[in-house]
């Protein structure tokens, strides 16, 4: 399916849509188990004052919690879901706001229990840990130990919960503005014909062969966002401070401490991290003069940087093809991991292609008593069929959790959740080249390999010090306009990319549309993912012995352990360098093959 016109919901085809009839069948199902958990969400409130009875109080308020969880994130993976296939849908914007009204309203009646659990003496607390009764809780109880000292009184959590909701209107304003209330002008696309410019739409007409259009497209992208800096600078710096303060009042040092924290992350490996990507910065520079010169251009924009090397080596691959090739691209995971993949691609996980309203870009989501689903804004060229493969990684390793987990386990730290993500692109690179002899071919999956380093290691780790270093001016109480936001990302586009690019003011606006600060501290995630999934694929490609065993027991630990030892299970320590420097030696060989591939 390829439209120059941007389709409505109502006209994409059922077969191409989701199927979230295992969460709801109507609306009107939806209203009641919404009513269901609302009534049943001041019950809490009888465990209160209980804890200090016996372990078999704490067990029964967990299992109680537990199971709330459980059917609240049903009711809520469904209004999300539907909301975001159309944004400026009341209906499922009411749905999605009446659920976090709830999460807020519980949050406050909830807000008892981590005081009250911690406040027991440590040793009544370690003594219930190891009670027959909490065994279950394992990790829920390590955790209640672990943070005793950054949880605050009840009253203190009760008005940290109230609010929640009021200190988050800052990312959702971000969201509204840059997915409903903003509006590009149109383009002449690379065949001529206008188009009207969308977020989805950009980076595929940034790849396109005609300069003169990328420019174009890149200018009036960035010009529409320049309209709006302040308030975008606003819903940044105002999104940080809320987690700033949200940091010192559980006294941490910093906001960037509290979350790592969550996944017991030292701050030692996100600045690990950035210092060794520093060190490899010259094999980075070396890509951008590569790109420079098979352009031929006198100088290099931002607007060359996604342009193919090999233009007239395209792929349009419809998504029928793209599911195929991801299926045979992932067989060295084996059956245990293909078949019930193949059955979620043909009992409709997925939301294939995009229409006005739906939220931009790609994403893998649902429930413990739903299928993982995806949302995607499918596109026909090779980009979307790595993100395929990419999301599928997500929900796999959902799937897995999910079934090899109770549900309280089975949620999986963001630490390790972009690793199933990039072993499948590792797997669909590999698959690529070895069936790829043409030179040209080759040369264009070389430098896609090359790309997604560029946009995973080196781009994310530059996300990940524009965070850090934002965070650090406000947190030293100095203030931050749309003008120093820019500065400070031109700055750091400049020695990322290094002295072949010249650095356009549009790209000094770039953070304005990033999502992923909002996240607090996500984007270093990637990095690290990507090389733990480098070292876990090359030893399943390499056929080392219990390589495969030991992947398949890391998808299906969920969150039965903290993240950086499940990794180690699965080979990987994340608490040195040495993963991030092995990754750059392979960055290294794929810019040797691409200096050969010009050559021949």
């Not at 490996?269 to 003069?289: F, K």
């Not at 069936?435 to 080196?458: C, I, M, Q, W």
């Not at 606006?509 to 990033?514: Q, T, V």
Request: glycine share 6%; aromatic share 12%; hydrophobic share 40%.
């Amino acid at each position: 399916m390829s439209s120059k016109v941007v389709i409505t919901r109502s006209e994409q085809k059922n077969d191409d849509t989701w199927d979230l009839s295992p969460l709801f069948t109507t609306d009107e199902e939806w209203e009641q188990a919404f009513s269901a958990v609302e009534g049943r969400a001041e019950d809490v409130l009888k465990f209160s004052g209980t804890f200090a009875e016996g372990p078999e109080k704490v067990a029964d308020a967990i299992h109680w919690l537990d199971d709330f969880e459980r059917e609240f994130a049903k009711v809520g993976t469904y209004a999300h879901l539907k909301h975001d296939e159309d944004l400026a849908d009341p209906t499922y914007q009411r749905f999605n706001d009446r659920v976090g009204n709830l999460g807020a309203r519980f949050g406050m009646m909830s807000a008892f229990m981590m005081p009250e659990i911690t406040s027991l003496p440590l040793e009544t607390l370690e003594e219930y840990a190891a009670h027959e009764s909490l065994l279950f809780a394992k990790m829920y109880m390590a955790e209640m130990i672990r943070l005793r000292s950054r949880v605050l009184s009840e009253p203190e959590e009760k008005l940290m919960a109230m609010a929640s909701e009021a200190l988050a209107s800052s990312a959702k304003t971000f969201g509204l503005l840059n997915d409903t209330d903003m509006s590009f002008p149109n383009i002449n696309d690379h065949d001529g014909e206008e188009v009207e410019l969308s977020h989805s739409r950009f980076v595929p007409l940034q790849m396109g062969p005609k300069r003169e259009v990328r420019e174009d497209v890149f200018g009036k992208y960035y010009e529409t966002y320049k309209q709006f800096a302040n308030t975008y600078a606003s819903t940044v710096t105002g999104n940080a401070k809320t987690n700033i303060f949200e940091a010192r009042a559980r006294k941490y040092s910093s906001a960037r401490e509290a979350a790592l924290d969550g996944d017991r992350v030292p701050v030692a490996v996100y600045d690990n991290l950035i210092n060794a990507i520093h060190e490899n910065m010259p094999l980075m520079h070396r890509y951008v003069g590569i790109r420079k010169k098979t352009l031929g251009v006198d100088e290099l924009h931002f607007w060359d940087v996604y342009a193919h090397l090999v233009p007239d080596h395209e792929w349009d691959i419809e998504y029928s093809e793209a599911m195929q090739m991801v299926l045979d691209a992932l067989g060295p995971l084996g059956d245990e991991y293909l078949e019930p993949m193949k059955k979620g691609l043909e009992s409709r996980w997925i939301d294939v292609y995009e229409n006005k309203g739906k939220r931009s870009g790609a994403y893998s989501s649902g429930c413990y008593d739903s299928p993982p689903y995806i949302l995607l804004n499918y596109h026909p060229n090779i980009d979307w069929v790595f993100t395929l493969a990419h999301e599928l990684g997500h929900s796999m390793h959902s799937y897995f959790s999910r079934k090899n987990q109770p549900h309280i386990d089975a949620g999986y730290s963001i630490f390790v959740a972009e690793v199933a993500s990039t072993v499948n692109e590792a797997l669909m690179n590999k698959y690529l080249l070895d069936r790829t002899t043409d030179p040209k071919a080759r040369k264009y999956l070389v430098n896609h390999y090359l790309e997604s380093f560029k946009g995973t290691l080196f781009r994310q780790t530059m996300f990940a010090q524009f965070e850090r270093d934002m965070y650090a001016k406000l947190e030293n109480d100095e203030p931050l306009a749309a003008e120093d936001l820019s500065k400070m990302y031109g700055d750091l586009n400049t020695a990322y990319f290094g002295p072949e690019m010249v650095v356009d003011e549009g790209i000094s606006l770039e953070w304005a549309r990033i999502p992923h600060f909002y996240y607090d501290f996500y984007v270093y995630k990637y990095a690290t993912s990507m090389c733990a999934s480098l070292a876990i694929a090359a030893a399943i490609m390499e056929g080392k012995e219990g390589a495969l065993d030991k992947y398949m027991a890391f998808l299906k630990a969920g969150g039965s352990d903290y993240p950086m030892e499940v990794l180690k299970r699965a080979g990987v320590d994340l608490s040195t360098p040495e993963p991030i420097h092995a990754a750059m030696k392979v960055f290294e060989g794929l810019l040797d093959q691409m200096e050969d591939l010009m050559v021949e």
